[in-house]
């Protein structure tokens, strides 16, 4: 079946610093990739999606790009801010989006000053 | 875009009692939504896919008889926790994306939280 795993959090980081978080998964067929926040208290909001192999999403200073070879969809950002602080989810969509998508777990961000 | 919104954002009842809660497509219609739980520090689960004018599809493990879906039109459908108890407190949230779309990304209501006292 299809699946997500993504690291675990918390990440700590300070400003401006490097953000990576992984994203690995297992599907049948080629699913459509997906990165959504979640604010605290708050829904999910999509940030960046990826339909094929070797697309690169991108949206806010985030990218992340679709590897087939690696099974990856890592999320990465040049320099984050504080207000990036939120919990990060990749996910897949299954059967082409008629079934609704697959979860990571989440990885919680927390960007200090 | 895309506007889903889920009613209410926060609920307490008491154990035994049964609670609705309704997810709405505000500019699109939406023949197919999906019902999702996610528990304190975890992902998201999907529960259900509600098809509008026939019955949901439930995910393995959920119970169908305790957790009612009504996709009664293009805009709307309803979560029913019927009897329930602290063990299904949750945050549960709803999705759906205007047809064609599916594949590009879903939009999510804003969720709501349930606490069964």
């Known amino acids: 079946g299809n699946s997500v795993t993504q690291m675990e959090g918390p990440v700590t980081l300070s400003e401006e610093a490097f953000l990576t978080i992984n994203c690995t998964y297992t599907a049948t067929g080629y699913p459509s990739l997906f990165w959504y926040v979640q604010y605290p208290g708050e829904g999910l909001q999509l940030l960046l999606k990826a339909t094929k192999a070797d697309d690169k999403g991108s949206n806010k200073g985030f990218e992340a790009t679709y590897r087939k070879e690696t099974t990856s969809f890592h999320l990465e950002k040049g320099s984050v801010q504080v207000s990036d602080s939120a919990v990060y989810f990749c996910?897949?969509?299954?059967?082409?989006?008629?079934?609704?998508?697959?979860f990571g777990k989440g990885t919680h961000l927390i960007i200090q000053p | 875009g895309a506007v889903v919104s889920q009613h209410p954002s926060r609920v307490i009842c008491k154990s035994g009692t049964s609670v609705k809660i309704e997810c709405r497509s505000l500019d699109f219609q939406a023949t197919t939504m999906f019902w999702y739980r996610q528990f304190p520090k975890q992902s998201l689960m999907l529960m259900a896919t509600s098809n509008e004018g026939s019955k949901a599809t439930y995910e393995q493990g959920v119970e169908k008889d305790k957790f009612l879906i009504n996709h009664a039109s293009l805009t709307l459908s309803t979560l029913t926790v019927t009897s329930a108890h602290p063990e299904d407190s949750s945050f549960y949230i709803c999705s759906a994306s205007p047809p064609g779309t599916e594949n590009y990304g879903y939009t999510f209501g804003s969720g709501t939280r349930l606490t069964v006292v």
């Open positions: 996910a897949l969509s299954r059967r082409g989006g008629a079934d609704g998508l697959t």
